[in-house]
């Protein structure tokens, strides 16, 4: 018969103590916490997908702040693209009255400073701008585009924001996309991230910058030198020309119409992302509280039943070290 030494006796009821107390703490830490990870160590695996999940809501509320500054611009551009249009129509209201032999040369020149002041307006319109930022300048976006005579001082970049992991909208349109040419300037790549792996094309890309910025266009394309056109016209009381200018008027209107529907698209497109981001994040923070939060009915099921266990430990410890010489030779 083998003898249990009293320290080994003392170790083995310590170490069932010590057991049963980390375990409380641990359940009493969780109870003070109402979570079920409260160090890694607790769930490794499920720590490691709270984090992802952390991460991934945190990458969300970037791309919900980037979409409601792109949307703010985007309406700030339709905003724009309205007045312009309202402008157009004035002018061409105009152009169509004066257009006829009836009016002289007194009547046209009168409606001419209208017509000046209809180009002051939509020079006012075409370099307006968000805070320092004028909306139609492209990357060039500190200075005013245009000039007083009209002349585009921009380039024909879009700036882009990303509204969704790896998706970029364009958050502006170029001033010579929308006042001069219908047809759209090639200025690179909209997606920023495309260049940057090697940047081969940076010398590229800066040579095609001075060449859009450096392009001079027809008179006849450029909306506020058609207003010029048309004032001067008036002046000298030539219905000819303001008959000419009929046609490429309605071009721009319809340019306007284009570009208003353009913008909308964007919105449109940026507030599905938005959508979809809501939804994810909802998702996200359901399975995060199912991985993280405990259950609370469980928890303290646990904790009381664990306080049983300290208690009949405590017991048991008692009776063992408390026993004398007479009870071992009993």
Do not use: C
């Amino acid at each position: 018969m083998t003898r249990v030494s009293d320290n080994a006796s003392t170790n083995a009821l310590n170490f069932a103590l010590n057991k049963a107390k980390s375990k409380i703490q641990n359940l009493q830490l969780k109870g003070a916490s109402l979570k079920n990870i409260n160090k890694p160590s607790d769930d490794p695996l499920g720590n490691i997908k709270v984090l992802k999940i952390t991460s991934r809501i945190a990458n969300n509320d970037q791309y919900l702040k980037n979409a409601d500054k792109a949307i703010s611009r985007l309406y700030a551009t339709e905003d724009a693209l309205t007045q312009m249009g309202e402008i157009l129509l004035k002018a061409k209201e105009l152009a169509i009255g004066q257009s006829s032999d009836l009016y002289d040369a007194r009547t046209r020149k009168n409606v001419a400073e209208e017509v000046k002041e209809l180009k002051n307006n939509a020079l006012s319109v075409a370099n307006k701008r968000i805070g320092e930022r004028y909306i139609f300048g492209g990357f060039s976006s500190l200075k005013p585009p245009f000039s007083k005579d009209g002349e585009y001082l921009g380039d024909g970049n879009y700036m882009t924001l990303e509204v969704a992991k790896d998706y970029f909208v364009p958050i502006n349109l170029p001033g010579s996309e929308v006042f001069i040419t219908s047809k759209p300037i090639k200025s690179g790549t909209r997606d920023p991230l495309s260049s940057f792996p090697e940047l081969k094309n940076k010398t590229q890309n800066a040579v095609l910058k001075r060449e859009i910025t450096a392009q001079k266009f027809h008179k006849g394309e450029n909306i506020l030198a058609q207003l010029d056109i048309l004032a001067n016209a008036l002046e000298n009381n030539n219905a000819e020309t303001i008959r000419g200018l009929l046609e490429k008027m309605d071009d721009s209107m319809s340019r306007m119409i284009s570009m208003r529907t353009k913008v909308g698209s964007i919105a449109k497109n940026i507030q599905h992302a938005v959508d979809t981001i809501h939804v994810d994040k909802v998702n996200d923070l359901d399975y995060k509280s199912k991985i993280l939060d405990a259950d609370v009915a469980e928890l303290f099921s646990d904790i009381s039943r664990q306080n049983n266990v300290m208690k009949t430990a405590y017991h048991s410890s008692k009776i063992a070290l408390n026993q004398s010489l007479f009870d071992w030779l009993r």
